[in-house]
């Protein structure tokens, strides 16, 4: 009996997602109906529901959520639909190495580069506001970051911009020039060219880059737990942590507040698809053309604004970590026994904790990466290309740990591992980590490949094929050479993830398995900002050396436009 | 009921090496002692979870150095690690041996849900066993069999003052801050949970008559509408840095640390506060959960860690770190001798004689929820 391998792999596929992303999901969704402390004697109830929709601010939570993801997704939107532009589309001086002051933004800790930004614009004592006010430009403090505004603006610089540079980039890169030439042949304006031509094209990286960028919105809390509360403002996902992190945890009500969210973006996943199916978006055919368009000297205007924009998003986070890592105590420049020391370093390399954190970060998030690199483009693959009925609902699952916060993904996670015999055995060690760090970077992975291989026209499959070649011939040839620069991002932001994520590896370290970002997390919750700005330091050595490597293996991971 | 595995074990261990299982605190014999430590020493590893106080990890490496004993520590937040710990133990894992951990968390949520082995059966080492040689002997008068509290901290009104800019004149202690010249005038930590912001005022409750009244002040406080950080360090850097002249709840190891290293006239007001033991927020308490997978290594590792030597080696190094503690041994010093004759005195006129309040007791954390209450009424 013959075997389709094609169809056996996608079986697989969906049983093995379904099985990972569903069974925590449920799980969440009855113990949301466990009413009583965690841990001991409970009953089945409403009670959580009742006590998560009717608490205080919940109402004012919402609003703020939803008006802060609006502006920081929107002003994110329109800002890096230009800047992907100018870095795929024309001849922007040293393009290649400013998207990669991008990366680099990306690999920096939010933490210490909060508190950097905090000293920066703090409204009383804040060095930009007392520069400001000593200078004679203002008569009091202009700037005050504990507030709706600053909120926004530390997620712009922090993430939200260099995602979605990083992400929309390539799409642009992959876009055919002579569809834009022939637009314009055809009479139409910039606008036009632009509304007709690009956005159609580019419409399923865009719906999936804004539903990520939602998501993303809707379960952040690291910056507004602490910008937020000065400001008196409360925002849905805080609202989760506190119910988690509450002495006892109030697990339910949380429950209850993560599966509405999933509830509430079910009909925008879905939205997503069906738009993003609805007819051929191919633009690398075998006529595919990359050409840039000539800014003449208004480029340089635009090198120099992504000069002062990377200095604040890059530069100056950079500068400040690795300055607050020499620090007595982090933006304390008078401190009478001498402001600057090396102790931070001594304390950090000297902990036995350090190396073997060091050397369990390289083992998991290199795997992490490698497996990423080679299971989401034949997940994606399947999605795209197979035509099999299930592969919406794969499509599907794969959104599925996104659509949840990462806060209650992680203890969903603790109870797949623990609850199910076969993943039991490895809780706590590296190889656990590494499965849930590639759940946790699903969504993104996938669907970013996914686009990329719907950029490609079916006719150079076909192609292929009618000269002879074999399906697997032709992958390796024409499919993977195309989507390898996607493919490298992905294993780069796969990398990244598992040396920065926290909430999924605090709860599957053991004390034989763990990360540099668990390692971290006892400086910074002991108010040891200065050890922490160390390890950031060698975090961000870490991610910057992989992307280099990358780079030098020919992988244009973003630097090497085609 | 649970059945007392980790005890059982505990036992095994002990009358493989001819000892006798005692009922609670008892000595052995150097000859015992020895024995018990070999089969720690062939067990090889004990496995601690402890609080993030950078000052532990000179202790765990002085008791490897001691035992040949490997100590795999996994620092972390008892709120992250606590319900982890309680999960594995509901699916079957024992992978912990001893819990250096805050108290709330350990008592609140493993203590209910049967996760913790009694102590004092554990506590062998004659010099650790008697009862004489612990301020509040062994118990110490808490409500508890499973937890031990080792340490005495500095928890004080909970008020830090920036006497550079204020004398006692302009502020000195509670009263003052629902005064209106203070309203939107001082800074605290965020009570959206039990933290120092809420022990410091359910440690206030004392003061007044009756609930009613207390609430009556709780709630004033916050009408004052303070500027509120989750992060103590922001806390503290708003007082140093002169953003406010009064904060409430900021205090801890960074905070300490910027008053030594900046030499600022900081001043934590003493006096109106009668909640000075047991300290809920550090790391000053040993428990051990149930069925502990190095029984005889976790016995060893508690004795000593409870011993002269070791306490007396925590008290150094934690005061290094700015983690103002004192040991409950009797002959156990302090770098600051008058500091610790404050706290000494404090705990033993108010909670030995009853007068205090326990932070993590039904009562204690009564009143922290009603904070928290009070404190979302208000907006917060």
Redesign the interface.
Known sequence: MRVDLRLLLFAVALAAVGFLVLYPLSLLFFASFEVGPYGQATTLGLGNWIAAFTQANLQSAIVNTLTLTAARQGIAFVVTIVLAWLLARTNLPGRNWLEFGFWISFFLPTLPVLLGWIFLLDGHAGLINRLVVELGWANAPPFEIYSWWGIVFVHLMTNTLAVQVMLFTPAFRNLDASLVEAARMSGAGTLGTLVRIVVPVLTPTILVVVLLGVLRSLESFEIELILGPPARIDVYSTAIYRHVFDSPPDYGPAFALSIMIFVVMVPFVWGQQVLGRRRSRASITSRFALRVADLGAWRWLAFALFVVLLGAMTVLPVFFMVLGSFMEVFGYFDVPDGAFTFDHWATVLSDPLFLNSLKDTLVIATATAVASMLVFPAIAYLIVRSGYRGRGLLDFLTWVPTMVPGIVVGLAMLWLFLQTPLLRPFYGTQLGLILAFMLAGMALGIQLIKTGIMQISLELEEAARAGGASWLYTMRRVIVPLIAPTVVVVGVLAFVAATRGVSTAILLSSHATQTLAVFQLKFIESGDMEAASVIGVVLLVLSTGVAFVARMFGLKIGLGGR | MRKPLGVIAVVGALLAANIAMPACAADVTPAQWDKIVAAAKAEGTV??SHF???GI?PILRLFEQKYGIKV?????????VI??I???Q??G?F?WDVLLQPV??VR???E??G?LEPILPLLVLPEVADDANWYGGLTAKVPTKLVFYDGISNLLTGIDVNRDKLDRAQFNNWPDLIKPEWKKKFGIF?P???SNLTIALACYRPAFESDAKWEDYVRAFFAQEP????????V???L????FDVTVGGE???LE??KK???RNIEAPVGQNLCGFPPDGTGRSVSVPRNPPHPNATMVFVNWYLSKEAQEALVKSFWATGEASVSRRKDVGHPDPAFQKKVLEGFQEDWLQGKGMMTSSDEGLRLQLRVIALA??A??
């Open positions: 496995v601690i993030t106080d950078s990890d795999e520590a996994n620092p972390g937040r008892p709120d992250q319900p982890k309680l999960t594995e509901k699916n894992q992978n709330n968390n609140l949520v493993l209910p849900a996760g965020y959206g949970r039990p500027l509120a950080s989750p992060e103590f360090r922001i503290a850097d708003w140093v840095q002169g953003r801890g190891s960074y640390g910027l290293k900046l030499k979302k009424e907006g917060y």
